[in-house]
Nanobody, 113 residues
């Protein structure tokens, strides 16, 4: 299983960014997917997840601002992030469980003016 995240970068406070994660080596349509983030000096935390059937779940801190979605045909999971704040500067990781836990390499999101 390989997970390749992309889409990170520098964004101003209040701005938006869309992350993507490409998954290979598994039956993507059968697997739940998730996004986590880790800020400097903090533990990695769950941001959002999506089940194989499309049911979504969000951390309270991002509800109403972030949207997780999946494209089974392209084996992609996306995280649309809106109204970003500097406190959300972090490395964002995609994650799945397929006989074991797998992590992507992470993509850095920097929210700064």
């Amino acid at each position: 299983v390989q997970l390749q995240a992309s889409g990170g970068g520098l964004v101003q406070p209040g701005g938006s960014l869309r992350l993507s994660c490409k998954a290979t080596g598994m039956v993507f349509s059968r697997s739940a997917m998730a996004w986590y983030r880790q800020s400097p000096g903090k533990q990695r935390e769950l941001v959002a997840n999506i089940s194989s059937s499309g049911t979504t779940n969000y951390a309270d801190s991002v509800k109403g601002r972030f949207i997780i979605s999946r494209d089974n045909a392209r084996r992609l999971v996306h995280l649309q992030m809106n109204s970003l704040s500097p406190e959300e500067t972090a490395v964002y990781f995609c994650n799945t469980y397929w006989g074991g836990t797998y992590w992507g390499q992470g993509t850095l999101v920097t929210v700064s003016s």
